[in-house]
Nanobody, 128 residues
C-alpha cells in the first residue's frame, strides 16, 4: 500500500519554472514506477512523464516533451521530482503522481489504468 502526496504547484509566469514533488509513504516505493499526469478544466487527464522503478529510464509524453526538463527519484527520500521549464498557460492543470508496483523495473507507461495508487494532485497555474 502506497500513499502519495504531491507538492510544489502554484502560480508562475509564462516562461517560468516549477519543480513538483511526489512524496510516498508506505511499502513498495523503491519497486514502483511513478507517472505524472495532468488534467486541465474540461479536459481528460493525460500522461506527461514517467520514471521506471530502477530510475534508469524516463519518458515524457505529449506536451510534456515541451516542458518537462527532467524527472528524477530519490529512493532514500521516497520522493520523485518533476522539473518543468518554459511553462506556458496551456499547461495549467492539476498535476497528479501515480504509482505502479506490478511491473518490471524497466517499465513505464502513460496508461492510467496501469497505475494503482494516486495522489490528490497539485494545482499549476501559468499566467501573467
Amino acid at each position: 500500500q502506497l500513499q502519495l502526496v504531491e507538492s510544489g504547484g502554484g502560480l508562475v509566469h509564462p516562461g517560468g519554472s516549477l519543480r513538483l514533488s511526489c512524496a510516498a509513504s508506505g511499502f513498495g516505493f523503491s519497486s514502483a514506477a511513478i507517472g505524472w499526469f495532468r488534467q486541465a478544466p474540461g479536459k481528460e487527464r493525460e500522461g506527461v512523464s514517467c520514471i521506471t522503478s530502477s530510475g534508469g529510464h524516463t519518458t515524457n509524453y505529449g506536451r510534456g516533451r515541451l516542458t518537462i526538463s527532467s524527472i528524477s527519484r530519490d529512493n532514500a527520500a521516497n520522493t520523485v521530482y518533476l522539473q518543468m521549464n518554459s511553462l506556458e498557460p496551456e499547461v495549467s492543470a492539476v498535476y497528479y503522481c501515480a504509482a505502479s508496483t506490478q511491473h518490471p523495473n524497466y517499465w513505464c507507461s502513460d496508461l492510467q489504468s496501469e497505475f494503482k495508487y494516486w495522489g490528490q494532485g497539485t494545482q499549476v497555474t501559468v499566467s501573467s
